[in-house]
């Protein structure tokens, strides 16, 4: 395979070695080939009828196949990205030949692609079958049979608190906008009050008052790949400063002002970030923390 679907990018995270165990259950024996980047194959294992391999990864990008060459059904892992995630995908542009499933243990989705024209596998390059798992989650790779599990493993999301502090010099009423444009009101802060909510899932973004021309703090929270999104928006106008701090480890998100280079000010921007669902954030106004642009877990 000449290109990937999912890529790796250094790491800003300490990351967690995440173990993959492959199964044969398949009715032959199968020779489990890893490609890497480059095109490099080598032999993961042999294994017999109802045999199994396993190996832990910290990171790194490569994908198992049954055999050497093209022309096969690809399992595609991704481990230690920048985003706190390990991602995954089947991929079948090159061909098929055995079925695969692949389970995330400690939750998530389940990828699984039985035949050549099933719907949960990449068939060209702009498909969107990649999901992703907090790293240092266990991965199981069955060959040819599944076993009987969801189509999600995934247990209840976990739910973010999201912390907004009024560090201005005035009161401040913060504003919810949701998908569609309704907006509402989430607290009125006093000078230096703050208000905490928890979300499980959900699209929004948070404003000083209604109406547009402000600077705005976006989230999507329980996205599909594992996520927590977050980023600043200045496009309509800038009012006040914003300052974001996934409080686990993450990219520290600032606009002090209208200038700022780490916010929207077009959509064709790239200032977006992502941290494992459950990650909690702390949005300062007007005055920021005093922190790095990376947060590190300990």
Same mark, same amino acid.
């Given at each position: ?9 250094? %790491?800003?995270?300490?990351?967690? %070695?995440? /173990? ?14 890893? !490609? ?22 910290? !990171?790194?990008?490569? +994908?198992?196949? @049954? ?20 991602? $995954?995908? *089947? ?11 692949? #389970?995330? /243990?400690? =939750? ?14 990449? @068939? ?41 502090? +009024? ?12 998908? =569609? ?7 009125? *802060? %006093?000078? =230096? ?5 928890? $979300? ?13 021309? @402000? ?14 999104? $977050? ?13 974001? #701090? ?16 780490? %916010? $929207? ?11 494992? &669902?459950?990650?909690?954030?702390? *949005? ?5 923390? &005093?922190?790095? =642009?990376?947060?590190?877990? &300990?």
């Amino acid at each position: 395979m000449k290109s990937f679907i999912i890529f790796f990018t250094v %790491a800003i995270y300490c990351s967690y %070695a995440g /173990e993959l165990t492959i199964v044969n259950q398949c009715t032959d024996p199968v020779t489990v080939v890893k !490609t890497v980047p480059g095109g490099a194959q080598t032999t993961q294992c042999q294994l017999a009828v109802g045999e199994s391999c396993s190996q832990n990864y910290t !990171t790194g990008v490569m +994908n198992f196949r @049954h055999n050497y060459g093209s022309g096969h059904t690809i399992a595609e892992f991704s481990f230690g990205n920048s985003d706190g995630n390990d991602n $995954y995908d *089947l991929n079948v542009i090159e061909g098929f030949d055995i079925g695969m499933q692949i #389970i995330p /243990e400690d =939750g998530g989705h389940v990828a699984e692609c039985a035949t050549a024209n099933c719907t949960d596998a990449y @068939h060209s390059s702009s498909d969107n079958h990649t999901y992703g798992v907090p790293s240092g989650s266990p991965f199981t790779l069955n060959l040819c049979q599944f076993d009987n599990v969801d189509s999600s493993s995934a247990v209840s999301a976990p739910a973010p608190t999201l912390t907004i502090n +009024n560090q201005c010099t005035d009161p401040v009423t913060v504003v919810k906008t949701v998908t =569609g444009g309704a907006q509402t009101v989430q607290c009125q *802060l %006093a000078v =230096g009050e703050s208000c905490s909510q928890t $979300y499980t899932t959900g699209v929004m973004n948070f404003r000083h008052n209604y109406g547009s021309g @402000h600077t705005i703090a976006e989230f999507s929270f329980g996205n599909s790949n594992g996520n927590s999104n $977050y980023d600043l928006n200045v496009i309509e106008g800038f009012d006040i400063g914003m300052q974001i #701090i996934p409080e686990d480890g993450g990219h520290v998100a600032e606009c002090a002002t209208a200038d700022c280079t780490d %916010a $929207y000010h077009s959509s064709s921007d790239n200032h977006t970030y992502g941290v494992p &669902a459950g990650n909690p954030f702390t *949005l300062n106004l007007c005055q920021f923390d &005093a922190v790095s =642009g990376t947060t590190t877990s &300990a």
